[in-house]
Structure formats: structure tokens, C-alpha cells
């Protein structure tokens, strides 16, 4: 029969010499036998034995009550278990669902840290500048879109956010480069799309509302002046390629 010493059974096991030495003075778990010289050596009966007690402890249980379940004459070691295997697979779904809350909890704190701030979203814009854009965005497409607009912007992070603008600075000066071809043209209306499927970053932007906006980019000289900084003339070039868009689009539609 295979034997364990004290160190063995505590390195098996995974408690310390010190406890088994206590559990054997309290006789919760007594030895198979002890040598000549008074070692204490461990058999299989007593490696279940310490199992038991180690799934009771688990289970929050005191040593004495741990004690007196199995010096009960009525103990029977597969019901014990099939008791911890229940025991634990109710501990087991209350651990779960405590993670996903933690994991949930986690991503708020997360989401709400890296949350933009109004200064962040409008970079590059004095206070007052930013007070009339927003104003006139109210005005022109009401107080509903420009909070959802905003909302969209906080929810990307601030790395998202980066990530957007970089991305339209991609589509603006891929729109200047195309500049030399026709609006209609289709390498033109692909990169048109692009812009359209951009601007539904912020909002829900209708096939005419995206024809409103081509209008102001050139009625509007900030938006002109914008746009210009890319390539002169750029402005009126993408209004154009936006008439061509919408209207073709529309006749898909019908």
C-alpha cells in the first residue's frame, strides 16, 4: 500500500505540516501508522479522509462540526459527495454570476473614464466658437440631434475618437485627390460614400439631409473654409459629387 509522510501528504494535499499535525491532535485525522521512530505516514483512507474535510472546510464548516458529520456511524462518503458536489456547483454559479457583475462594473468604469469631455470634443475651437457651433446646430437640426451627436462622440473613447478623425482626414484628402475627375465619376462616388457612411458616425443622416449638408458646406464659409484647407475648391467639388449621389441614390431606391 502507498504511504505518504507528513511533507508528502502536506505537498500532495496543499496544506501545511502544521495543520496536519493539528487536525492529528484534535482527531479530525489520525495517521495510518507512525514508525519506530514516530513519524507519522498516510494512507489511501486517510487521503479521502483529508479530501472530506478540506470540501467541508470549503463550505465555511467549523472543524468540530466537520468532526462530528464524519464521526457520525451514519457517514457515508458518496453521499458526502454527491452533498459537496451540489454545494459547490451552486457556489460555482454564484461565482459566475458575481464575475459577469464585476466584468459588467469594470467596462462602465472603463467606458466612463474614458468618456470625452467637451473641451476634448471640440478641439481646436475657442469656448465661444464652440457655444455658436452648438447653437447652431440646435437651431438648424434641434437640441435632440446635437445631444445625440455628442453622446455618440463621448461613447467612442477618446482612442476611438482619434481614431474617427483620423479617418475622416483619410476620406477628405482622398476627395481632394480625386478633384481632377468628374463628380459623377464612379471612383468619385465611391469615396462619396465613404463620406456619407462617415458623417452616420454622429447622426442619422437622411439621403436629403445629406444633401442639406453639401449645400452648406458651400453656403457656409467655415465649413468652405474647412474643406479648403485640403485643396482648393474642394468644397464645391464634394457639394457636387453629393447632388450626383443623393439623386442617384433616390432612383435606386424607387
Do not use: C
Not at 491532535?25 to 479521502?48: C, D, M, N, V
Not at 476620406?171 to 460614400?193: G, H
Not at 449638408?213 to 457656409?220: A, N, S
Amino acid at each position: 500500500m502507498t504511504s505518504y509522510s507528513v511533507k508528502q501528504l502536506s505537498k500532495l494535499a496543499g496544506v501545511s505540516v502544521r495543520t496536519l499535525h493539528h487536525y492529528d491532535r484534535i482527531g479530525l485525522l489520525k495517521p495510518a501508522f507512525r514508525s519506530e521512530k514516530g513519524y507519522r505516514y498516510y494512507g489511501r483512507t486517510e487521503l479521502l479522509t483529508l479530501q472530506q474535510i478540506l470540501f467541508y472546510k470549503e463550505l465555511d464548516f467549523p472543524l468540530k462540526e466537520i468532526a462530528a458529520i464524519m464521526n457520525d456511524t451514519s457517514f457515508d462518503l458518496l453521499t458526502a459527495l454527491e452533498f459537496h458536489k451540489q454545494e459547490l456547483k451552486k457556489r460555482s454559479d454564484r461565482l459566475e454570476k458575481l464575475l459577469a457583475t464585476i466584468d459588467k462594473t469594470i467596462v462602465e468604469l472603463k467606458n466612463k473614464n474614458e468618456m470625452m469631455t467637451d473641451k476634448e470634443i471640440y478641439e481646436g475651437f475657442s469656448e465661444e466658437e464652440v457655444r455658436a457651433m452648438k447653437q447652431e446646430v440646435a437651431e438648424r437640426w434641434g437640441e435632440e440631434q446635437l445631444t445625440e451627436s455628442e453622446e455618440r462622440i463621448r461613447k467612442l473613447g477618446k482612442d476611438g475618437w482619434k481614431d474617427t478623425k483620423e479617418k475622416g482626414e483619410e476620406i477628405n484628402q482622398l476627395l481632394a485627390d480625386l478633384m481632377d475627375l468628374q463628380p459623377s465619376d464612379e471612383r468619385v462616388q465611391k469615396a462619396i460614400a465613404l463620406h456619407h457612411q462617415y458623417m452616420n458616425t454622429f447622426y442619422e443622416v437622411s439621403k436629403e439631409g445629406y444633401r442639406g449638408l453639401g449645400k452648406m458646406y458651400v453656403e457656409d464659409a467655415r465649413f468652405t473654409a474647412y474643406y479648403e484647407k485640403y485643396r482648393k475648391g474642394l468644397a464645391m467639388f464634394i457639394h457636387q459629387a453629393i447632388e450626383v449621389y443623393a439623386d442617384s441614390e433616390i432612383k435606386m431606391g424607387e
